[in-house]
């Protein structure tokens, strides 16, 4: 009696467990991962990276094997590069005055970064990188002093105003004259130069110099390796750009931020008034406004980068509405958060830009919201050593979807496929200057 009533039980409770099963399987995902793309959802553990790329740069062969022309017996002078703003532009600054000076066969200076007060700064070159190392790298390449002539030391260079040069600027006609006269100058690189026009061994000191030459100080990068260390693995780095000055720059006007980030944004604002009505919609489609933490957390989601990512937040001080980021991306964490208090106080805004810039190239993935200086090296040197997990995310595309009434579940398929294709193609981290494209 007791084996016949329990075989129907048993099979009316594996009946009843496979229909439980079955309905599991079937029920429609909740709207939060309809919002993705059905081939490519969360459910599926698939994410950006994984889409195969077609288009890879390289460092070009032509720079890297070395094979140059002598450099002169004699110099036409000294050169010094003057550096300003933030890290990464004063990096940008060097490379440039780096082959400008080998263009006009000059020796080069070591270079003054000057100090900027807007940037918390107060350190020099040989604060941040590795004074030696950079001599040794550049050997062959140009000629670096630390230490100039007796009789030219005890002067000033003789400044030469580049800051204003439009157009087809040329350093050998413009520059050159007052390099001969003088025999000791400095400048600021123009923003319009024209590098294309270099002679290749010009170009070749100036990729050296960005790519190979330049080493944190031994005190700094043991810093860096250290916060790297801490970082929960594996892990995105990302560059979240949405701080007052930033916003106030754009010009650009947002909803729905709190009136402390208002205010904030007020007081930097100055004279530079935001835009407004068909010009503000403009703007903003043209990709000008700088993405929130929380549009930034809506696209990592479109892109299928899971919540509980692990990720370092490369940014400065002053960040807004952070909130928006990690109240959905939950595992995030930065410099002061993991450097002890008094190490992280005492640090100059240089020496901080360089601990973001060393995590930053070092990381499993690396994302930027916004194309700036610091991105644009990252990417590079992430190229430069074989790293390709690298995006941009598109300010322009998500201005241009919402603008088009886009939201939900069609405005992250139309993010995917827009940065998928930028993936893909090797976009937005395209390097003329020292990489070739290389088709895979």
Same mark, same amino acid.
């Given at each position: 009696?007791? !084996?016949? *009533?329990?075989?129907?039980?048993?099979?009316?409770?594996? !009946?009843?467990?496979?229909?439980?099963?079955?309905?599991?399987?079937?029920?429609?995902?909740?709207?939060?991962?309809?919002?993705? $793309?059905?081939?490519?959802?969360?459910?599926?553990?698939?994410?950006?990276? /994984?889409?195969?790329?077609?288009?890879?740069?390289?460092?070009?062969?032509?720079? @890297?094997?070395?094979?140059?022309?002598?450099?002169?017996?004699?110099?036409?002078?000294? =050169?010094?590069?003057?550096?300003?703003?933030?890290?990464?532009?004063?990096?940008?600054? $060097?490379?440039?005055?780096?082959?400008?000076?080998?263009?006009?066969?000059?020796?080069?200076?070591?270079?003054?970064?000057?100090? *900027?007060?807007?940037?918390?700064?107060?350190?020099?070159?040989?604060?941040?990188?590795?004074?030696?190392?950079?001599?040794?790298?550049?050997?062959?390449?140009?000629?670096?002093?630390?230490?100039?002539?007796?009789?030219?030391?005890?002067?000033?260079?003789?400044?030469?105003?580049?800051?204003?040069?439009?157009?087809?600027?040329?350093?050998?006609?413009? !520059?050159?004259?007052?390099?001969?006269?003088?025999?000791?100058?400095?400048?600021?690189?123009?923003?319009?130069?024209?590098?294309?026009?270099?002679?290749?061994?010009?170009?070749?000191?100036?990729?050296?110099?960005?790519?190979?030459?330049?080493?944190?100080?031994?005190?700094?990068?043991?810093?860096?390796?250290?916060?790297?260390? *801490?970082?929960?693995?594996?892990?995105?780095?990302?560059?979240?750009?949405?701080?007052?000055?930033?916003?106030?720059?754009?010009?650009?006007?947002?909803?729905? =931020?709190?009136?402390?980030?208002?205010? *904030?944004?007020?007081?930097?604002?100055?004279?530079?008034?935001?835009?407004?009505?068909?010009?503000?919609? =403009?703007?903003?489609?043209?990709?000008?406004?700088?993405? +929130?933490?929380?549009? +930034?957390?809506? &696209?990592?989601?479109?892109?299928?980068?899971?919540?509980?990512?692990? &990720?370092?937040?490369?940014?400065?001080?002053?960040?807004?509405? $952070?909130?928006?980021? +990690?109240?959905?991306?939950?595992?995030?964490?930065?410099?002061?958060? @993991? @450097?002890?208090?008094?190490?992280?106080?005492?640090?100059?805004?240089?020496?901080?830009?360089?601990?973001?810039?060393?995590?930053?190239?070092?990381?499993?993935?690396?994302?930027?919201?916004?194309?700036?200086?610091?991105?644009?090296?990252?990417?590079?040197?992430?190229?430069?050593?074989?790293?390709?997990?690298?995006?941009?995310? /598109?300010?322009?595309?998500?201005?241009?979807? +919402?603008?088009?009434?886009?939201?939900?579940?069609?405005?992250?398929?139309? $993010?995917?496929?827009?940065?998928?294709?930028?993936?893909?193609?090797?976009?937005?981290?395209?390097?003329?200057?020292?990489?070739?494209?290389?088709?895979?």
């Amino acid at each position: 009696m007791v !084996v016949l *009533a329990v075989k129907p039980l048993f099979t009316i409770l594996v !009946v009843s467990l496979a229909l439980l099963l079955a309905v599991v399987l079937l029920w429609p995902p909740s709207p939060f991962f309809q919002s993705s $793309l059905p081939s490519n959802s969360p459910l599926g553990k698939s994410d950006i990276w /994984s889409i195969r790329r077609i288009v890879e740069w390289r460092p070009c062969k032509w720079w @890297l094997q070395g094979d140059l022309n002598v450099l002169p017996v004699k110099s036409n002078g000294y =050169i010094r590069v003057d550096c300003y703003g933030g890290l990464n532009q004063m990096r940008r600054d $060097l490379c440039d005055g780096v082959g400008i000076a080998r263009l006009l066969n000059a020796t080069l200076v070591l270079p003054k970064f000057e100090v *900027a007060a807007y940037w918390n700064e107060s350190s020099g070159f040989a604060d941040v990188f590795d004074v030696e190392y950079f001599i040794q790298q550049m050997n062959g390449f140009i000629k670096v002093v630390q230490e100039l002539p007796p009789e030219i030391a005890s002067k000033e260079p003789f400044r030469v105003d580049c800051s204003k040069r439009k157009g087809q600027f040329d350093y050998v006609e413009s !520059v050159l004259p007052s390099l001969l006269e003088h025999h000791y100058i400095s400048f600021t690189p123009a923003m319009s130069q024209r590098r294309d026009r270099y002679p290749q061994h010009a170009k070749a000191a100036l990729c050296q110099a960005c790519y190979n030459a330049l080493r944190l100080t031994r005190s700094l990068e043991k810093k860096a390796s250290e916060l790297l260390e *801490a970082i929960p693995k594996p892990f995105l780095s990302l560059h979240l750009r949405f701080e007052p000055d930033m916003v106030a720059y754009s010009q650009c006007e947002y909803s729905g =931020i709190s009136s402390a980030s208002m205010n *904030a944004v007020d007081a930097a604002r100055g004279d530079r008034k935001p835009w407004t009505g068909e010009l503000a919609r =403009i703007w903003r489609k043209r990709g000008k406004c700088p993405l +929130t933490p929380n549009e +930034t957390a809506f &696209i990592l989601q479109a892109l299928d980068i899971p919540t509980n990512t692990n &990720i370092y937040l490369a940014a400065g001080d002053g960040l807004m509405e $952070l909130e928006g980021l +990690t109240s959905v991306y939950t595992n995030v964490v930065t410099k002061s958060s @993991l @450097l002890n208090g008094e190490d992280f106080t005492s640090m100059h805004g240089n020496t901080k830009a360089a601990l973001d810039y060393y995590v930053s190239i070092n990381s499993d993935s690396y994302v930027a919201t916004y194309f700036g200086n610091m991105d644009k090296m990252v990417a590079a040197m992430r190229a430069f050593k074989g790293l390709y997990k690298t995006l941009l995310l /598109s300010r322009r595309a998500f201005a241009e979807f +919402t603008s088009q009434g886009f939201r939900g579940k069609d405005l992250m398929q139309a $993010l995917w496929k827009a940065h998928r294709e930028d993936y893909v193609m090797g976009r937005g981290s395209a390097l003329p200057d020292c990489f070739c494209e290389f088709k895979l």
